[in-house]
């Protein structure tokens, strides 16, 4: 994997962690010099943070995207989510959560080996469509007001094993990390969620509360 990034941190940081998932990682610290390792070495997977020097990581996405056969993830951080929209549209295979989640770095790289739909391919359940490909959510066909990017993460998550039950542990190891130990971080999004996909909080049928477990999505009727 190639990893641009101008954070020296990250970059050692997250190198070493993949190292326990068997990734190699070849990184750099800004977009021109992204653009000329991505053109010498043909990685599997480019990661590039959206805020780069010289070339920015959007630039460099869709130069990218013109040269070379293989995806590109796009790390965002707060101050960055309204650049999901532009960059899925230039061709983003995907976009994650920046500060990185080693994790879920390595969950995305596993999807890579199994070619291109592996990376956008829609889930269904019921009349409730996700698209990695276009980050839309729908609802009976009607797109619904487009999730932040962590909300649409653990909708994915949830409906990527729709009817099982989902432990607030595994939402937190998966989407957070430690950061959520003390705090009501998924209580607030799952309340959220079920708001903009219209699940009555106070009797939620579509995300339902498995007490002092976790959650449960459940395939809304058509």
Aim: net charge positive; glycine share 8%; hydrophobic share 40%.
């Amino acid at each position: 994997m190639l990893l641009a990034d101008s954070d020296e941190r990250i970059r050692q940081g997250l190198t070493a962690q993949l190292a326990k998932y068997q990734v190699s990682v070849v990184h750099c610290a800004d977009g021109a010099a992204a653009l000329l390792e991505a053109g010498l070495r043909k990685p599997d997977v480019l990661l590039v943070s959206a805020e780069l020097p010289v070339i920015d990581g959007a630039t460099v996405l869709r130069l990218v995207r013109k040269r070379l056969s293989i995806p590109v993830v796009l790390g965002v951080g707060p101050e960055d989510t309204a650049q999901v929209g532009p960059a899925l549209a230039a061709g983003a295979s995907a976009c994650v959560a920046r500060p990185y989640r080693p994790r879920e770095v390595a969950q995305l790289l596993s999807l890579a080996d199994r070619g291109p739909r592996g990376w956008d391919q829609p889930l269904v359940c019921g009349p409730l469509t996700l698209d990695p490909s276009t980050y839309e959510v729908r609802m009976h066909g009607i797109s619904t007001a487009r999730l932040p990017l962590r909300e649409f993460q653990l909708l994915h998550l949830l409906m990527l094993h729709a009817e099982k039950v989902i432990t607030r542990d595994r939402i937190r190891a998966e989407l957070w990390g430690e950061g959520a130990r003390r705090s009501n971080t998924i209580t607030v999004h799952i309340r959220r969620l079920r708001e903009r996909l219209g699940d009555d909080p106070h009797h939620p049928e579509i995300i339902q509360t498995v007490r002092g477990v976790g959650y449960r999505l459940v395939p809304p009727e058509s």
